[in-house]
């Protein structure tokens, strides 16, 4: 990486403009997957569907099959980013589809005979976020140093966090409390929630723009990837495989060991507002506070995270984090009530964050220059060629057991699983020189 790059990463306006990228996608995560378009579709739009499958077992089998594709998908569209140079180019595109995508779940109305289409559009938008991460996650490097990777990549997960409280706020007091929130939109028909799947496009594509004017692109000839057609990318890509086993294995380790708990988390985030309503006592009204309060712990943890993470190593923040999320989860499985979801689901929250942050911090910290785009592909593939589970087994659990409660089983042994595969990594980087 050339010199000049290394003095923008020391710049506050390009970490500023990186990390508004993941302030707008708060638009996507916050409000339509985890707390109000999902909500309005497990709880308005399938509430009367015919048959023994719940909605919110159908919505987490659509999120499962739409992690097969990302894993099919991700690592070679990193690859050719890498090889092209062009990541702002692929951020872009992707970007402008998910917006598009998040638009147009204005058309699924409160009947069950909108589920599927419903369904299929959460499912889609996901694909094109999880790839859409990305180049943005390789962009890590190209806004930080060695020394402050940590306290960006958390600063960039806070700003996430925070983007999705202010435009939850927006929402809630605009279009959703009392009867169509201080616009008095119609509530019929859900056309206030269908305005909100608008307002989240909107909100997404402007600030996902100062990126792509603020962040430097890398230099001609900076990654060691070559340039090869789509189908030939696999070819390449299985080659360093083989190699990165031979000479990375600790980064195999790692992928695999992430790729389980980053599911589990995922699976916090994506059934929290379903659970708080169906098992907890929340309405839709009342879920947005929480969701309100779930960012505020979350961005918290994030931003104090980073710091720990540059002072201490990823690996620490990583196995700390599981552990406590691991115990509020076991406590919500014997509490009833608002109270105790607003206390123990607020522990989950708060850890979230930082494992989020300090696992993409780690892998920066593993990868070689040039090749972050690919590696954070293998990134979303592990990832999300686990993904299937947390989703899967949250059905699974709520099906077998009739209570969605029971779900909350299935994502913490996801959780489980991945924290026990981190203790047999190997300390890597900053960790390995503190010994721990």
Not at 63 to 80: N, T
Not at 274 to 282: N, P, T
Not at 324 to 345: E, P
Request: proline share 4%.
């Amino acid at each position: 990486m050339t010199s000049s790059v290394v003095a923008d990463a020391t710049r506050r306006g390009p970490v500023i403009a990186w990390s508004l990228w993941d302030w707008g996608s708060a638009a996507f995560n916050a409000v339509i997957v985890t707390f109000v378009f999902s909500v309005y579709l497990t709880d308005a739009v399938g509430d009367d569907l015919p048959g023994r499958v719940s909605a919110s077992s159908w919505l987490g089998w659509s999120i499962g099959a739409a992690s097969l594709v990302i894993a099919l998908l991700a690592p070679v569209m990193g690859q050719r980013s890498d090889a092209s140079g062009h990541r702002k180019r692929s951020l872009a595109l992707l970007t402008g589809s998910v917006v598009v995508v998040t638009a147009l779940m204005f058309l699924v109305e409160e009947d069950y005979h909108f589920l599927w289409l419903g369904l299929v559009l959460i499912a889609v938008g996901s694909i094109l976020f999880e790839l859409a991460q990305v180049p943005y996650f390789a962009m890590l490097r190209q806004v930080s140093t060695p020394e402050t990777v940590g306290r960006v990549s958390g600063f960039g997960w806070a700003f996430g966090y925070l983007g999705g409280i202010v435009l939850l706020v927006i929402v809630y007091v605009g279009l959703i409390s009392g009867d169509g929130g201080l616009l008095g939109v119609s509530t019929d028909n859900g056309l206030n929630i269908r305005w909100v799947a608008v307002v989240a496009a909107v909100w997404f594509l402007a600030f996902s723009l100062p990126v792509l004017f603020a962040v430097p692109e890398l230099p001609a000839g900076a990654s060691p990837v070559p340039s090869a057609g789509f189908v030939d990318s696999y070819r390449v890509l299985f080659a360093e495989l083989r190699t990165m086993w031979r000479e990375e294995r600790a980064t195999v380790w790692f992928l695999i060991a992430s790729a389980l708990f980053r599911d589990g988390l995922a699976g916090v985030f994506t059934f929290g507002a379903v659970i708080a309503v169906s098992v907890y006592g929340f309405t839709d009204d009342s879920v947005i506070p929480f969701g309100i309060a779930a960012n505020v712990a979350a961005a918290g943890g994030a931003l104090v995270a980073g710091r720990l993470d540059d002072r201490l190593g990823p690996r620490r923040v990583i196995v700390v984090s599981l552990a406590s999320m691991l115990g509020a989860g076991v406590v919500l499985l014997f509490v009833d009530g608002m109270a105790g979801f607003w206390v123990f689901g607020l522990v989950l929250c708060l850890f979230v964050g930082p494992a989020q942050s300090a696992s993409r911090t780690y892998l920066v910290r593993l990868t070689p220059p040039g090749k972050e785009g690919q590696h954070f592909g293998l990134y979303a593939m592990t990832g999300r060629a686990a993904s299937f589970l947390a989703p899967s087994l949250f059905g699974l659990f709520a099906f077998a057991l009739g209570d969605d409660r029971w779900g909350i089983i299935g994502i913490m042994l996801v959780i489980l699983a991945g924290l026990i595969a981190l203790t047999r990594v190997p300390p890597l980087g900053r960790d390995r020189a503190l010994g721990t």
